[in-house]
């Protein structure tokens, strides 16, 4: 829908007028350093052109796409007159979504619905202040339309908060699971609308008890896809319930728990692992430490294990350790600092008996940028009796600048701590 307005500039008018001011700044630094003026002269337009694209949003001017974004289970409706470039810049889905339409419905969850305006916003101007009470719809909506630097931020928050756990903080343990998967496939079955038998198949693939027991109580009073397929799924939902209403040391004394739906996935949350951006890798030892909750069970809600990490980018075995003498007393040459390789190790800070049944696997993945795009590279898994990865990096040449590994001189790591049951007694059939 256009909107035309009295004395109101056309969109393209205010966008050539930022680009001229940006172009302004620009010549200016230029015409500095080429007149032999004090290095460093620049004109900044910057907030000017954050105010136009504010009174952009805000006024409307030249709107050429309409959002009508109604809150799910209601008749409330948000309006925004945006501009398809802007939001496109952000956002290769609403790229895609908004090519050929001037008017698009969005259907978001209420507490989206209710912030979709910062979310907007943001688009327009890269900035936004984020309330406790915000952080989780404002994720969902970043992830959901692609824009990862919202993500970043919102994610960067959420763990700036966590420590505290208090407040909405402690929901924010079960956010980023296996419930943001059951929404994306819900999306997709809405979209594509596969047969029956294709549907119940990808639903029943859905890790229920992974899914806090509150969360299982709204989907199933609001999911369209549970309302038309819940009975496929009814018994696995009735072994997510159970599984959180025991401790798992008690539910594995008659239920097998060493199936995939009791293990987590590689969940990139605060509440199973952490980032871990290591600069210059190659230069010393170095040592971190994150939370993660005990298990996914009810039972388990609130209780968290802290792991300490010690990365070494040259680490000796036995073998190549420096000998300074043999047994005629002849000195023998100390190993060179690149005989070493690559080491990560994994430890909990302390050995409590909460984890009575329990073993971890840990999980590192290894970032590497791909157009643009940082991607996981490389994998390694290892569990609670080795304490380590023991092909960690093993070919990776941390010295070069260039290395394939190494994201602007830095190791980007994440660390991932998944709980795996035991079965302890089975039922007799």
Same mark, same amino acid.
């Given at each position: 829908?256009?909107?035309?307005?009295?004395?109101?500039?056309?969109?393209?008018?205010?966008?050539?007028?930022?680009?001229?001011?940006?172009?302004?700044?620009?010549?200016?630094?230029?015409?500095?350093?080429?007149?032999?003026?004090?290095?460093?002269?620049?004109?900044?337009?910057? @907030?000017?052109?954050?105010?136009?694209?504010?009174?952009?949003?805000?006024?409307?001017?030249?709107? $050429?796409?309409?959002?009508?974004?109604?809150?799910?289970?209601?008749?409330? =409706?948000?309006?925004?007159? *945006?501009?398809?470039? /802007?939001?496109?810049?952000?956002?290769?889905?609403?790229?895609?979504?908004?090519?050929?339409?001037?008017?698009?419905?969005?259907? !978001?969850?209420? $507490?989206?619905?209710? &912030?979709?305006?910062?979310?907007?916003?943001?688009?327009?101007?890269? !900035?936004? *202040?984020?309330? /406790?009470?915000?952080?989780?719809?404002? %994720?969902?909506?970043?992830?959901?339309?692609?824009?990862?630097?919202?993500?970043?931020?919102?994610?960067?928050?959420?763990?700036?908060?966590?420590?505290?756990?208090?407040?909405?903080?402690?929901?924010?343990?079960?956010?980023?699971?296996?419930?943001?998967?059951?929404?994306? +496939?819900?999306?997709?079955?809405?979209?594509?609308?596969?047969?029956?038998?294709?549907?119940?198949?990808? +639903?029943?693939?859905?890790?229920?008890?992974?899914?806090?027991?509150?969360?299982?109580?709204?989907?199933?009073?609001?999911?369209?896809?549970?309302?038309? %397929?819940?009975?496929? =799924?009814?018994?696995?939902?009735?072994?997510?319930?159970?599984?959180?209403?025991?401790?798992?040391?008690?539910?594995?004394?008659?239920?097998?728990?060493?199936?995939?739906?009791?293990?987590?996935?590689?969940?990139?949350?605060?509440?199973?692992?952490?980032?871990?951006?290591?600069?210059?890798?190659?230069?010393?030892?170095?040592?971190?430490?994150?939370?993660?909750?005990?298990?996914?069970?009810? %039972?388990?809600?609130?209780?968290?294990?802290?792991?300490?990490? +010690?990365?070494?980018?040259?680490?000796?075995?036995?073998?190549?350790?420096?000998?300074?003498?043999?047994?005629?007393? *002849?000195?023998?040459?100390?190993?060179?600092?690149? $005989?070493?390789?690559?080491?990560?190790? =994994?430890?909990?800070?302390?050995?409590?008996?909460?984890?009575?049944?329990?073993?971890?696997?840990?999980?590192?993945?290894?970032?590497?940028?791909?157009?643009?795009?940082?991607?996981?590279?490389? *994998?390694?898994?290892?569990? @609670?009796?080795?304490?380590? #990865?023991?092909?960690?990096?093993?070919? #990776?040449?941390?010295?070069?600048?260039?290395? !394939?590994? +190494?994201?602007?001189?830095?190791?980007?790591?994440?660390?991932?701590?998944?709980? &795996?049951? %035991?079965?302890?007694?089975?039922?007799?059939?």
């Amino acid at each position: 829908m256009l909107r035309i307005g009295y004395c109101k500039p056309g969109f393209w008018g205010i966008f050539w007028s930022i680009l001229t001011l940006v172009g302004l700044a620009t010549r200016a630094a230029q015409r500095a350093d080429v007149g032999g003026e004090v290095a460093g002269t620049s004109i900044n337009h910057s @907030q000017m052109l954050l105010q136009r694209l504010q009174d952009l949003l805000r006024q409307g001017n030249a709107s $050429d796409v309409v959002l009508r974004v109604q809150a799910a289970g209601t008749d409330e =409706v948000h309006v925004f007159h *945006t501009h398809r470039l /802007l939001l496109g810049l952000h956002s290769e889905l609403f790229r895609e979504l908004l090519s050929n339409q001037s008017e698009v419905v969005l259907e !978001e969850p209420r $507490d989206c619905a209710a &912030v979709f305006d910062k979310f907007i916003r943001y688009l327009y101007c890269g !900035e936004l *202040t984020v309330l /406790l009470a915000q952080a989780i719809p404002l %994720h969902r909506l970043a992830t959901k339309y692609g824009v990862t630097s919202l993500q970043r931020g919102v994610a960067d928050y959420m763990r700036a908060h966590l420590a505290g756990g208090a407040g909405p903080a402690v929901g924010w343990y079960h956010y980023a699971d296996e419930l943001e998967l059951f929404h994306a +496939l819900e999306a997709w079955l809405g979209r594509a609308r596969p047969p029956r038998a294709m549907a119940e198949r990808a +639903l029943r693939s859905i890790r229920y008890p992974m899914i806090p027991p509150a969360q299982l109580f709204q989907l199933q009073a609001r999911s369209a896809a549970l309302a038309r %397929h819940g009975p496929a =799924v009814a018994d696995l939902l009735l072994q997510a319930y159970q599984f959180h209403a025991a401790s798992p040391l008690h539910y594995a004394k008659f239920f097998d728990v060493n199936g995939s739906a009791f293990l987590p996935r590689n969940y990139l949350s605060p509440a199973w692992g952490a980032p871990w951006v290591i600069n210059n890798p190659a230069r010393d030892d170095r040592s971190t430490s994150f939370q993660t909750q005990l298990g996914p069970s009810g %039972h388990d809600a609130g209780r968290r294990i802290t792991w300490n990490v +010690l990365f070494s980018p040259r680490w000796l075995p036995v073998s190549l350790r420096p000998v300074y003498a043999d047994a005629a007393g *002849t000195a023998l040459p100390a190993a060179r600092p690149e $005989d070493g390789r690559p080491r990560l190790v =994994v430890t909990p800070a302390s050995s409590g008996g909460d984890a009575a049944g329990v073993s971890f696997q840990k999980t590192v993945l290894v970032g590497a940028r791909q157009q643009g795009r940082l991607l996981v590279r490389h *994998t390694y898994s290892f569990h @609670q009796s080795s304490e380590e #990865a023991g092909d960690f990096l093993a070919h #990776a040449d941390l010295q070069r600048r260039n290395s !394939e590994y +190494l994201v602007e001189n830095a190791l980007h790591l994440h660390l991932i701590v998944k709980p &795996v049951y %035991h079965t302890l007694i089975r039922t007799p059939k």
